[in-house]
């Protein structure tokens, strides 16, 4: 089992910035591929970024030049940082990681961006 623990998220403004982290633990060893995912209320779990290893990224259209993703696969933990936020990236963030083929999430962090 893997479990993973969001953090980070919260209220901000439009035009400002989030970091938020995921920590993976359990049986970690062999997970190949993390990322981020979101929920809007009424809406579909859609995909944010992922990253592959510790390099090759993935992101979707409306994340592309505003956020990030890194992993450090040393301490287990996958961050996004988001920039420029606006109304429509509210949402719950959801961490996600793959292993063979299962995948695990967290429980989510809610992130809030007022106009």
């Known amino acids: 089992q893997v479990q993973l623990v969001e953090s980070g998220g919260g209220l901000v403004q439009a035009g400002g910035s989030l970091r938020l982290s995921c920590a993976a633990s359990g049986s970690i060893f062999g997970i190949v591929v993390m990322g981020w995912y979101r929920q809007a209320p009424g809406k579909q779990r859609e995909l944010v970024a992922v990253i592959l290893g510790d390099r090759t990224t993935n992101y979707a259209n409306s994340a592309k030049g505003r956020f990030t993703i890194s992993r450090d696969i040393g301490k287990n933990t996958v961050d996004l940082q988001m920039n420029n936020l606006n109304p429509a990236d509210t949402a719950v963030y959801y961490c996600?990681?793959?292993?063979?083929?299962?995948?695990?999430w967290g429980q989510g962090t809610q992130v809030t961006v007022s106009s």
């Open positions: 996600n990681a793959i292993k063979g083929t299962l995948a695990y």
